[in-house]
């Protein structure tokens, strides 16, 4: 059975910093893209970042590009997102995601989410 279990969330203030994990198992780590999304109080899920197989090749969205990093660590198969200088609209639920399929690296509705972690921005 695929499980994603995400942890590391919490309430922070503007311009402070998180990392969230992602423990994965029950699949073939190594051969998945894997992906963060969030979901903001009243907004639909919205893309945050993208990393491959391997590690080598990593994409984000330009809301997070230059703040967050997206990394793995495939010997504890767990995905790391750290976020730093943190604003009030990150404020979100963040969920780690599986890719569906060994050859599909871009994130949309099918890949597999987790129960997620909740990440408050306020002062």
């Known amino acids: 059975e695929v499980r994603l279990v995400e942890s590391g969330g919490g309430l922070v203030q503007p311009g402070g910093s998180l990392e969230l994990s992602c423990a994965a198992s029950?699949?073939?780590?190594?051969?998945?893209?894997m992906s963060w999304v969030r979901q903001a109080p009243g907004k639909g899920l919205e893309w945050v970042a993208t990393i491959s197989w391997r590690g080598i090749n990593k994409t984000y969205a330009d809301s997070v590009n230059g703040r967050f990093t997206i990394s793995r660590d495939s010997g504890k198969e767990t995905v790391y997102l750290q976020m730093l200088n943190l604003k009030v609209e990150d404020t979100a639920i963040y969920y780690c995601?599986?890719?569906?399929?060994?050859?599909?690296?871009?994130?949309?509705?099918?890949?597999?989410r987790g129960q997620g972690t909740q990440v408050i921005v306020s002062s």
């Open positions: 029950g699949f073939a780590f190594n051969m998945y893209y």
């Open positions: 995601a599986k890719s569906p399929q060994v050859d599909l690296i871009r994130y949309d509705n099918t890949w597999l």
